[in-house]
């Protein structure tokens, strides 16, 4: 079993930056694909980010590339989203996952049904 929890959401104004962090328990997390999903009211989880076990590599969902940054502490078992120059779009409840499967395209990890384990989410709101 792995417990997730997101914490970092807030209120901001389009433009500006938050830094979401995903604390994790449990089984050893190094083992574990970490992702960052995204669901806005009325609409389907969507993919965000996706990170390996190490962080050697990361996939990005086309909306967010070149604005938010995944990365991962093993040591603190912490997985983190940088997001800057926020959008009104990018108002979400914004959940952190715990996987096993990695592909070179991208396609598995933005698979919801891929993922064993899933926090709670974390508000993020951004004004216009």
């Known amino acids: 079993q792995v417990q997730l929890v997101e914490s970092g959401g807030g209120l901001v104004q389009a433009g500006g930056s938050l830094r979401l962090f995903c604390a994790a328990s449990g089984r050893a997390f190094s083992s574990y694909v970490m992702s960052w999903f995204r669901q806005a009211p009325g609409k389907e989880r969507e993919f965000v980010a996706a990170?390996?076990?190490?962080?050697?590599?990361?996939h990005y969902a086309d909306s967010v590339k070149g604005r938010f940054t995944i990365s991962r502490d093993n040591a603190k078992n912490t997985v983190y989203l940088q997001m800057n120059s926020l959008k009104p779009d990018d108002t979400a409840v914004y959940y952190c996952?715990?996987?096993?499967?990695?592909?070179?395209?991208?396609?598995?990890?933005?698979?919801?049904?891929?993922?064993?384990?899933w926090g709670q989410g974390t508000q993020v709101t951004v004004s216009s």
């Open positions: 990170i390996t076990w190490v962080g050697t590599a990361t």
């Open positions: 996952a715990a996987g096993t499967s990695w592909d070179i395209s991208g396609k598995v990890v933005a698979d919801v049904e891929k993922y064993d384990y």
